[in-house]
Each structure stands twice: as C-alpha cells, then as structure tokens.
C-alpha cells in the first residue's frame, strides 16, 4: 500500500537553480527520510527527519516536514548535473512493524549543465 | 551499494521457470527487506526479516518465497504463479534497534521473463 505521493513527477531544471520536491502522506508517522536513486541503481539514503523535528540540513540539502499537513519538502540548493537522479520520500509508520518503509512514487529531477 | 552484493544484475528467463534472485550482505544487519520496483515507480515491499529463520509477507507476496537461513543472506524466489515478474528488484538492510531507520540497498537485479 503506497501512501507517499510526490511532486512534482518530473522537475527539469538549469545547473545552478534550486530544485524543490514535495510528498505528502496518509497516516501518522515516526520519521520520514529522503532516498536518491540514480537510473538502474539501488537506493542511497539522505536524510531522515523524525516526527517531532520540523527542518533538517545534510550539505546542500533543506528537508521540512508539516506533521499536520502530512507532507514534506526536499530542497535542493544550487543544484549541479550530478544531481540527476530520481528522488524518493518514504515513511516509517508510527507504530512501526518491522521497520517497514512505505515509499512514494518518486521525483525525476534532470539538471541541465 | 557498498556491503550488500546481488547478483546477477541482469537475469533472463523463460515463463513457468522459477527463478532465485541472491542477496548478500557483511553488515552484520539484522533486517533485510525485498522490494520489487516497476518503470517510474516507487517501491512496494514483497518480503521482510527482522531475525534468522524468520520473515513476514509484505504488500505484494503472492507469487513469491523466501528464506533467512543466514543473517548474511535473504535469497529471493520468483516462482511461476508470480502474474508479471519482470521487474527490478531490489534487497535492503536495516539495523537492529531504532524502528523505521535508514535501509541500506543494493545494487539490485534486472530480471527479465519471456
């Protein structure tokens, strides 16, 4: 059961802007964490916020996170080629099982140099 | 990727065939995880362990088995009731400890089925 929708599906954007991706989901939560994928690899993770935390830096990366409004955003600052890539939310659920992420259905972001 | 191998990366078969899809990993995690992933979409959990010698059905199980014999090791099979088995799927780990945490991939394998 997918319950983290993203957008927008695809950002195409100039080396040097800002890229923000949003995600919304359905239930409560215990953390929510950002994962990069680039084409035909595994995931990396970036960054995890927990529930009761409302902004996170790692580097050039903003992660904001409006628990009454179950959504979050994914700010990329001065973005760069090697930024391309896919980008994925995915919630740990507040009375969490196993561990089990519940991911959305992704970002594409393309950085034009 | 680094520390959990799968392979191959790319894997063939014919329709009806089972097929074993291998996850390693020298993590020492406790958690492993198998997710199966279909163009420009996200993951959808097939199989979960927390511990060896146990594992628990995720969103999307039917059509496919597992086992955790090893704390290394989380072999995925396809088998032939799995409806569309063409997909990348991916194996994740976990430690022990804090609930919902970060998962550690691997590079994946392609599998193809004709």
């Known amino acids: 059961s997918q319950q983290g929708e993203e957008d927008p599906q695809a950002l195409s954007i100039q080396e040097g802007e800002n890229a923000t991706m949003n995600c919304s989901y359905k239930?409560?939560?215990?953390?929510l964490q950002w994962y990069r994928q680039n084409s035909g690899r595994g995931l990396v993770h970036l960054i995890l916020?927990?529930?009761?935390?409302r902004e996170k830096h790692s580097g050039r990366l903003r992660v904001t996170l409006d628990t009454s409004k179950k959504s979050s955003s994914l700010l990329i600052t001065a973005s760069r080629a090697a930024d391309t890539a896919s980008y994925f939310c995915?919630?740990?659920?507040?009375?969490?099982?196993?561990?089990?992420?519940?991911f959305g259905q992704g970002t594409e972001l393309s950085v034009k140099p | 990727d680094g520390g959990i191998t799968q392979s191959p990366k790319y894997l063939f078969r014919k329709e009806g065939q089972n097929v074993t899809l291998s996850c390693e990993q020298n993590?020492?995690?406790?958690?492993m995880y198998w997710y199966r992933q279909d163009p420009g979409q996200g993951l959808r959990l097939i199989y979960y362990?927390?511990?060896?010698?146990?594992?628990q059905k995720g969103d999307i199980a039917e059509g496919y088995s597992v086992s955790r014999e090893k704390k290394e090791s989380f072999p995925l099979t396809v088998t032939s009731a799995q409806k569309n088995p063409t997909a990348f799927y991916l194996c994740?780990?976990?430690?022990?400890?804090?609930?919902?945490?970060?998962?550690?991939f691997g590079p994946g394998t392609r599998l193809t089925v004709t």
């Open positions: 994740a780990t976990r430690t022990s400890g804090l609930s919902g945490g970060e998962q550690y």
């Open positions: 239930t409560s939560i215990n953390n």
């Open positions: 916020i927990r529930s009761n935390e």
């Open positions: 995915a919630t740990a659920a507040l009375y969490n099982q196993g561990g089990k992420l519940i």
């Open positions: 993590l020492n995690h406790d958690a």
């Open positions: 362990s927390q511990i060896v010698n146990d594992f």
